[in-house]
């Protein structure tokens, strides 16, 4: 069973540039990879896919201009940079990892999830 471990959240300030990690346990080559959020008391939210290859990815809307993806299979390693961060992406940041049709399907999907990063913004 794949293993997953996010990194990288904490307190930042609006417009700050963290980098979060996911680290897997074994290869992710035939994995895509998906990072969703969750913020209190709203539901899990997909915010950006990527598939096995790396060629296709697809962003929520609202990060599309901010946050990159970027796959680091020799690492066994996903990274989402994320510049000018917003009040309103604060959120528990999760990995996930299954094909790119169950990424894209949302969170319901039975993708393999890490335990989450804490990620909030304020002044």
């Known amino acids: 069973q794949l293993q997953l471990v996010e990194s990288g959240g904490g307190l930042v300030k609006p417009g700050g540039s963290p980098r979060l990690s996911c680290t897997a346990s074994?290869?992710?080559?035939?994995?895509?990879i998906g990072w969703f959020r969750q913020a209190p008391g709203e539901e899990r939210e997909g915010v950006v896919c990527?598939?096995?290859?790396?060629?296709?990815?697809n962003y929520l809307r609202s990060v599309k201009d901010r946050f990159t993806i970027v796959r680091d299979n020799a690492n066994n390693t996903v990274y989402l940079q994320m510049n000018s961060l917003k009040p309103e992406d604060t959120a528990i940041y999760y990995c996930?990892?299954?094909?790119?049709?169950?990424?894209?399907?949302?969170?319901?999907?039975?993708?393999?999830w890490g335990q989450g990063t804490q990620v909030t913004v304020s002044s």
């Open positions: 990527i598939s096995e290859s790396g060629r296709s990815t």
């Open positions: 996930a990892a299954g094909t790119f049709m169950q990424c894209l399907g949302g969170p319901a999907m039975g993708l393999a």
């Open positions: 074994g290869s992710l080559d035939n994995y895509s």
